[in-house]
């Protein structure tokens, strides 16, 4: 992408400098091009069964806010799409950017959406534990799904509304009943390429699924992430913004998609 929509990610300290993967091949996230992705009549349609009383809590990690659930059955899962496995929902988060203009960490013919919902599953099929698949090449599968501003999203409502208790790195609330599925918008359009986590440890581990179409957010609801800080209690306060990873060489990868 051009240099001229290159926001100012290096600002941020976590990425201050350039987090590279000595000998990469497959880091996240990227731009996807559209003319570029090829359209695979085998993928199948992407088989989505959320359990809301698995959900557990939210927290404040440091880098977005996450939204936990009981792995520990399988209970919240995928399948189908390029899977060839089963994967168990793990949380979902966040990222997003300072103002509007910016803020995803995959773009779309170089566009950026001003926040993107990642929806993190692992492969218990194959591997005893989430720590063990985040370091194995098929271990994870992560939903990608763009925000754009537009109209509030009451399901989204709910979590804004937890935030203020979350303000801090390291603190958590109890959240005892959320369904994600309703983030999820209802094009059953994606696109899916090998690839990374986009922080630490970066690992080469997800194969991941960008839904084609956005979910709408208002303008308060991206303000309220905004709310966040990086920082702990007593320490000076840092606004949790702009907590995505500069995008990533595509290298020798294909972007499939699931539609013509
Ligand atoms: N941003 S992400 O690639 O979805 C991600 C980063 C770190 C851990 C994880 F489970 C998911
Ligand atoms: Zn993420």
């Known amino acids: 992408c051009s240099r001229k929509n290159t926001r100012n ?3 941020h300290p976590l990425w201050q400098s350039p987090l590279t993967i000595p000998g990469g091949t497959r880091q996240s996230p990227i731009n996807i091009q559209w003319r570029d992705s090829v359209y695979d009549p085998f993928l199948k349609p992407l088989k989505i069964s959320y359990d809301p009383t698995t959900c557990l809590h939210i927290w404040n990690n440091g880098y977005s806010f996450l939204v936990e659930f009981d792995d520990s059955a399988d209970r919240s899962i995928i399948i189908g799409g390029p899977l060839e496995n089963q994967y168990r929902l793990k949380q979902f988060h ?3 950017g300072a103002v509007n203009d910016w803020g995803s960490e995959h773009t779309v ?11 993190v599953h692992w492969n218990a099929v194959e591997y005893p534990s989430f720590e063990e698949a985040v370091m194995e090449g098929n271990g994870l599968a992560v939903i990608g799904v763009f925000l754009k501003l537009g109209a509030r999203h009451e399901g989204l409502q709910t979590l804004v509304d937890a935030l203020p208790a979350v ?6 609330i109890e959240f005892d009943v959320f369904d994600p599925s309703c983030l999820l918008p209802s094009c059953p359009d ?8 986009t922080t630490p440890p970066l690992t080469e581990s997800v194969t991941w699924i960008i839904k084609k179409k956005p979910i709408e ?3 308060d609801q991206l303000e309220a992430f905004r709310t966040l800080l990086f920082t702990s ?3 000076e306060e840092r606004r949790m ?8 060489p595509l290298m020798d990868r294909t972007v499939r998609s699931s539609f013509r």
């Open 109 to 119: 013919d170089c566009k950026f959406y001003p926040a993107e919902l990642h929806l």
């Open 9 to 11: 990610a290096a600002l």
């Open 167 to 172: 303000r801090h790195k390291d603190t958590v």
């Open 241 to 248: 913004v702009d907590n995505f990873r500069p995008l990533q």
């Open 233 to 235: 209690h007593g320490e």
């Open 94 to 96: 966040f990222h997003w």
């Open 190 to 197: 994606y696109w899916t390429y090998a690839g990374s986590l």
């Open 217 to 219: 957010v208002d303008e």
